[in-house]
Nanobody
Framework: QVHVVESGGGLVQAGGSLRLSCSAS????????MGWFRQAPGKEREFVSA????????YYADSVKGRFTMSRADAENTAYLQMNNVKPDDTAVYYC??????????????????WGQGTQVTVSS
């Protein structure tokens, strides 16, 4: 079992920055691929960003490329999403997810086995 907790959401003005954090706790020694998804009111959950278990590759949705940066802490299952130049369209609940057993297709929700409860990000215009 892996427990996933997000933090760092809040209210930010358009053009501002926000940093989300995600911590995944599980059996000692485990290293996991991690991803961020978001869901806006009335819309389906969508992929935002992902990072491989060792941090050697990152993936981004076209809508956030050049504005968001995902990283992870060395030797830990802790990931970050640095959000710069945010836009009102970025308003959503952001979910962190952990891939343990699923296929290595980190841009798809079906790759992930454990999900956090989500953190609200609201961007005012």
């Amino acid at each position: 079992q892996v427990h996933v907790v997000e933090s760092g959401g809040g209210l930010v003005q358009a053009g501002g920055s926000l940093r989300l954090s995600c911590s995944a706790s599980g059996p000692p020694g485990g290293r996991y691929g991690m991803g961020w998804f978001r869901q806006a009111p009335g819309k389906e959950r969508e992929f935002v960003s992902a990072i491989t278990w060792n941090g050697d590759r990152t993936y981004y949705a076209d809508s956030v490329k050049g504005r968001f940066t995902m990283s992870r802490a060395d030797a830990e299952n802790t990931a970050y999403l640095q959000m710069n130049n945010v836009k009102p369209d970025d308003t959503a609940v952001y979910y962190c997810a952990v891939a343990v057993f699923g296929p290595p297709i980190l841009m798809e929700a079906r790759a992930y086995d454990y999900w956090g409860q989500g953190t609200q990000v609201t961007v005012s215009s």
